[in-house]
């Protein structure tokens, strides 16, 4: 199989116009078939601002209430969408942004409510990945902002590293994928205070360790659980790096 | 060729959810091969006023600074488009949409400062009928964003209608083009106060007729000779209807 590059971005990097200028030069020089998720969550807490919507957040994850659904859907989907596929389309990439609604390509249903509402908020449900994957067969870049839908009509707020796990998962029916979180660290730390203690690979025998005596902890977690998760589901490789350090080979490598 | 109905809708009709349902069930039922091309000035109007910042209009073209320029690529790009898209999704329609950006579809320039500054205003430089031609083919259904992009990473407010006439000149190349021009009113009207009036066909000879004779005149004007360039250009026929007419093969047909 023809080997694919997913790369997740998010977080500051993806919102200032420098930053994400580099990130993007640096996505469009990989080599091969390639698909980028993004986030965009602090362009939508300072739209939402500006609107008079406060932004609530439990457990790192956004409460979309209706406004906040509105607030989302412009600017994951059309403000940071549509800028870096115009950026894209200006480095010869070609560019496709896509929600989950777009080809029907990711369909979710929403949260149901337990301790939390997190209001309109899609817990995946399927990847149509053939419609994907011919296109990125054809050479189209895929560029995917973290939103589903639900097939009744129905846009749904879904976190943007759920959004690349998923859509990882599905195209390694047909690519020998390999799903690059971008992470402000350089990758997973065996001392948090040293930037440069990258463990360079994990195995699931070595995360339950590690977990174990401490040394992971946190939100990295459930983030080396989603990634366990993907390889248990055919994705080859993934990958926990710097935005700044794609395509060098550095970072945390599980398989 | 086989036929294809390109329908562009904006105005009030898109912008509430009332009426905007009732179209996307008419438009999820016409037959065949089929493109939408929407607007979404007043929601962008009414985004803008709720962000602080005026709407200025001249000749009934928006001006588009920096901040209005976010504003449209929110509304247009994210807001109107995927939720058309995810209603035509729920109705079996598989809907993709698109900003001249994706996929490169539709590229343009910086309108140059005449009289008036424009601003981030794109004129159509040129569209890539293929690649629409060949997702339509696949029974995919394109739904337009009035935006476009300049091939520099810029994106750029464009018209509409002019979205719609440039999408069906370059389409025209690979189908019959049927270019449906939904309007507040039935059709072009003999006598503007009665809506019952509608001229049921139009040709070149007889329009200059009737423009000589004040009986078309004002914004009707430059919408009919978008219309006869478009069938200049390969266009099979443009009707002007309104959106609850459509698929009746009623309105204004000019061939």
Redo the contacts between chains.
């Keep these: 199989m023809e080997s694919l590059n997913i790369i997740k971005v998010g977080g500051k990097i993806v919102e200032e116009s420098a930053s994400l200028a580099e990130l993007l030069r640096t996505f469009s020089s990989l080599e091969g078939r390639k698909v980028l998720v993004h986030g965009g969550g602090r362009s939508a807490t300072s739209?939402a601002s500006?609107?008079?919507i406060e932004s609530k957040m439990v457990n790192g994850r956004r409460i979309t209430d209706a406004a906040m659904l509105?607030v989302v859907?412009?600017?994951?989907?059309?403000?940071v969408?549509?800028?870096i596929?115009?950026?894209l389309?200006?480095?010869g990439i070609?560019?496709?942004?896509?929600?989950g609604?777009?080809?029907?390509y990711m369909l979710s249903t929403k949260r149901p409510v337990k301790d939390v509402d997190y209001g309109y908020v899609g817990d995946v449900r399927s990847v149509q990945s053939e419609i994907l994957a011919d296109l990125i067969g054809k050479g189209?870049v895929p560029v995917l902002a973290p939103?589903t839908?639900d097939?009744?009509?129905?846009?749904l707020n879904t976190n943007a590293d759920t959004i690349a796990g998923e859509a990882a998962k599905a195209l390694s029916r047909h690519f020998d994928v390999t799903l690059t979180y971008c992470f402000e660290k350089k990758g997973v730390l065996m001392d948090e205070n040293d930037e440069d203690s990258v463990i360079p690979e994990l195995t699931r025998s070595s995360f339950d360790r590690l977990t174990r005596e401490g040394i992971i902890q946190g939100g990295m977690i459930p983030k080396l659980e989603n990634s366990f998760s993907a390889i248990d589901a055919g994705v080859k490789q993934v990958v926990i790096t710097q935005a700044s350090e794609l395509g060098r080979g550095s970072g945390t490598v599980i398989r």
Tied chains: 1, 2.
């Design positions: 739209i500006q609107l008079g509105k859907t412009m600017v994951y989907g059309g403000l969408n549509k800028n596929v115009a950026s389309q200006s480095l070609n560019a496709l942004g896509l929600t609604a777009d080809l029907g189209i939103l839908h097939g009744e009509g129905h846009l």
